[in-house]
């Protein structure tokens, strides 16, 4: 259930943040549509570097899919990535936690 919640929903708990809008300056309907399509890449990739067979396995799950989902958004972004890669590294205290679980298991 949670791979799936993961794949299906992942690129909203991203784009969801306040922070990565401002970062990319984009609007959250276009940072998840240009991030939809990568998710299943990084939903299979996540699954052979970290499969979950316990509950402890998911948060390092999680991050293994998010790296490659922010990695890949980079480049799409090819141009501009440098940019959004460092207003993303001085913020990255900005990113709400309590905003992840609501959006990831709608």
């Known amino acids: 259930m949670f791979t799936e919640k993961l794949e299906s929903n992942g690129p909203r708990v991203i784009c969801d943040q306040p922070v990565y809008q401002k970062c990319y300056q984009i609007s959250e309907a276009n940072c998840v549509s240009e991030l939809t399509p990568i998710s299943q890449k990084c939903a299979s990739y996540a699954q052979k570097k970290w499969p979950i067979s316990s509950l402890n396995d998911?948060?390092?799950?999680?991050?293994?899919?998010?790296?490659?989902?922010?990695?890949?958004?980079?480049?799409?972004?090819?141009?501009?990535?440098?940019?959004?890669?460092?207003?993303?590294?001085?913020?990255?205290?900005?990113?709400?936690?309590?905003?992840?679980?609501?959006?990831?298991f709608e």
């Open 58 to 104: 998911a948060e390092k799950h999680a991050t293994y899919y998010f790296n490659c989902m922010i990695f890949n958004h980079f480049t799409v972004h090819q141009k501009d990535w440098h940019e959004a890669y460092y207003c993303l590294e001085e913020n990255k205290d900005s990113f709400d936690p309590n905003r992840y679980l609501p959006v990831l």
